[in-house]
């Protein structure tokens, strides 16, 4: 039987991911450890040469908030990136890292005044960089992620049978350990797409993890197949 592995990514991001496990060989259970919910108040856009975005949700989250897609972007990732290319923006630059990486690719093009469409939940302060560097910049939150409160019963059927699991935020880590009992996790392997996001692992005493060598998906992935024999 082929070890199932979690996805605790919220929707609809998750739903992609496991599309790309299943397509890859694994067998993918779907284990949002939250759900995201879309604010309502548009983004004032007066005076913003550019917009940036740390994760497809604020792509998302401002397509269904505005119909401008004239000003330039700047994606945290190639993800983040296609997701702003399918929304209709044209003009399109990916960090291909993470917040810092994404700071120092606007630094350096020096667009003019950025806004960050970003969740309530912040990762990395990509405007307090930005203004270190000598950008003006604002921020607005488009969007916030909501616990679950228990995780679906694939998910803990999976778990009672032995899975490893791909963790794409530190957060999320926080949120599964707080929904699934540490020694149901211990046989676990764990693929984080960051030092950061394996931290809370590593502090509950998880031992089988991996860190993917660059903060993106298809790295992810990579390191989820190292996990295995």
């Not at 929304?87 to 291909?96: D, I, K, L, T, W």
């Amino acid at each position: 039987m082929t070890r199932p592995v979690l996805v605790t990514r919220a929707a609809p991001g998750a739903r992609a991911t496991a599309a790309k496990l299943e397509r890859a060989g694994f067998d993918a259970v779907l284990a949002p450890v939250a759900d995201i919910v879309f604010e309502d108040d548009p983004p004032d856009l007066a005076g913003i040469a550019a917009l940036a975005f740390t994760s497809p949700n604020g792509v998302r989250a401002f397509a269904r908030l505005s119909e401008r897609r004239d000003p330039p972007v700047f994606a945290v990732g190639d993800a983040t990136a296609e997701a702003a290319r399918e929304a209709g923006f044209a003009s399109v630059r990916s960090a291909q890292g993470d917040g810092a990486d994404l700071a120092r690719l606007i630094a350096k093009a020096r667009p003019g005044r950025v806004l960050h469409v970003r969740g309530r939940d912040l990762a990395f302060d990509l405007a307090g960089a930005l203004a270190e560097a000598g950008i003006a910049a604002d921020e607005t939150i488009a969007y916030r992620a909501e616990p679950v409160d228990a995780l679906p019963p694939g998910a803990i059927e999976a778990l009672r049978s032995g899975c490893d699991v791909l963790i794409h935020s530190r957060k999320g880590a926080e949120r599964l350990l707080d929904l699934a009992d540490g020694d149901a996790l211990a046989p676990c392997g764990f693929a984080a797409i960051s030092e950061a996001a394996a931290e809370p692992l590593r502090a509950a005493g998880l031992a089988r993890i991996i860190v993917a060598a660059r903060p993106d998906e298809a790295a992810l992935i990579d390191a989820l197949g190292r996990l295995r024999p």
